[in-house]
């Protein structure tokens, strides 16, 4: 079997949750079919592993534009393939065309939906239209779409009604246990002035809206001195979230101490330490599929508090590896908080109570190590997305 894998993100030009889905998933496929991986950006020595840059035509034209002109490229080179798994919209509509072109039926990862992140309106301005017909499109072609949680299912079926709800698979994200595991090193901490004894609640997200960085922050506001927080977070999506977490982080750093901003991509060993040192994670995400910065952090042996929407509670188990932070939202899509003054007291209470009891901390840091091991390995996952392209294929067959 051939499966041609498209994606925009591919090492070493990863940021986000999907580019770490399709490095792992790729090395555990590969010792069982022939897959070859499609990705946008600069030229990759990996055997299998092909590269795609923007068509020089359309260089410096709108960001959805051009992701359009890229998919065309892509689409032509899956010729051969048994079956095509495309990731994000950045290369669903690829995969859509490439199905189309040559016959191979196309499966799609849903990593996120647009209908859910209408701030990316703020990023790409009628490139989010473009990018929705693009999404859309493919969805309602797609032979079989994989949800990386129960909770994106029904994400997928609300915002796509004509989608056939048996083409819908749920695969969960996974993690790589052994790279993801307790560090004990602490250069990491202490070249960035960061005390490692102190208790301390780590962020790990880029700066955009579903993230929920903004309510945390204010949230640190009201948490008691000798609370140390540390803020991995960059690569933000717009000059104006950006500018509203710099406010913030700025202010905080003025009115308390042991407040830090690290903005850098940081390398594994580096954040497996800063995870590893932390009393918890949090993660006040209003919009999640699944969650893999949770996974990374429990790996390491430490506890989340997170917001329980999408598929967070898939993966946090409520009082044993975290707590859970309720949130009610609107329904415009957003994901904003009906009561944002209240999620924010509510995170702040669950955060107070988390690092106010270390040694139940430390419990549930050793539950959610278990937990990550146990039930997202890459195997298991491997195994249920090599029955989801063997139902295709027959079905399609």
């Known amino acids: 079997m051939r499966v041609d894998l498209l994606t925009k993100e591919y090492p070493p030009e990863v940021y986000g949750g999907a580019g770490v889905h399709v490095a792992e998933l790729t090395k555990v496929l590969r010792p069982h079919i022939d897959v070859r991986v499609r990705a946008f950006g600069a030229e990759r020595e990996e055997e299998g592993t092909f590269s795609y840059t923007i068509p020089a035509e359309l260089e410096g034209a709108n960001a959805a534009l051009s992701t359009l002109g890229t998919d065309l490229l892509i689409a032509a080179d899956c010729a051969g393939a048994d079956l095509i798994h495309s990731h994000t919209w950045y290369v669903n509509f690829a995969g859509h065309i490439a199905s189309l072109l040559h016959g191979a039926p196309h499966v799609l990862s849903a990593h996120s939906l647009e209908p859910l992140r209408p701030w990316k309106a703020e990023q790409l301005g009628g490139g989010y239209k473009v990018s929705s017909f693009a999404e859309r499109t493919a969805y309602e072609g797609a032979a079989g779409v994989i949800a990386v949680s129960g909770g994106m299912r029904e994400d997928i079926l609300r915002a796509y009604p004509s989608v056939d709800p048996a083409k819908v698979h749920v695969v969960h994200n996974g993690i790589d246990i052994d790279s993801w595991s307790p560090n004990p090193e602490t250069s990491a901490l202490t070249s960035r002035g960061i005390d490692p004894e102190a208790p301390t609640i780590v962020f790990v997200g880029r700066i955009t809206r579903q993230k929920g960085l903004p309510y945390f922050l204010r ?59 932390a009393t918890t994670f949090v993660c006040p995400s209003v919009y999640e599929p699944l969650g893999i910065v949770n996974l990374e952090a429990m790996a390491c042996g430490i506890p989340v508090v997170a917001s329980a929407t999408g598929g967070i509670p898939e993966v946090v188990d409520d009082g044993v590896t975290g707590y859970l932070v309720p949130i009610e939202q609107v329904t415009d899509g957003t994901g904003t908080p009906v009561d944002p003054e209240k999620f924010v007291g509510d995170l702040r209470d669950t955060l107070v109570k988390m690092v106010s009891d270390p040694a139940r901390a430390k419990e549930m840091g050793e539950a959610s190590r278990r937990r990550a091991a146990e039930h997202f390995s890459w195997t298991s996952i491997a195994e249920r997305t090599l029955e989801v392209y063997r139902t295709v294929i027959e079905q399609a067959g």
């Not at 905080?252 to 991509?265: K, Y």
Request: aromatic share 0%; net charge negative; charged share 25%.
């Open 219 to 277: 949230a640190v506001r009201e948490l008691p001195d000798g609370i140390q927080v540390v803020l991995c977070a960059g690569a933000p999506d717009t000059p104006e979230i950006a500018k509203e977490v710099d406010d913030l982080v700025a202010e905080l750093q003025q009115t308390r101490t042991g407040v830090h901003l690290i903005t850098e991509m940081l390398p594994r060993d580096q954040l497996t330490q800063i995870l590893t040192h």
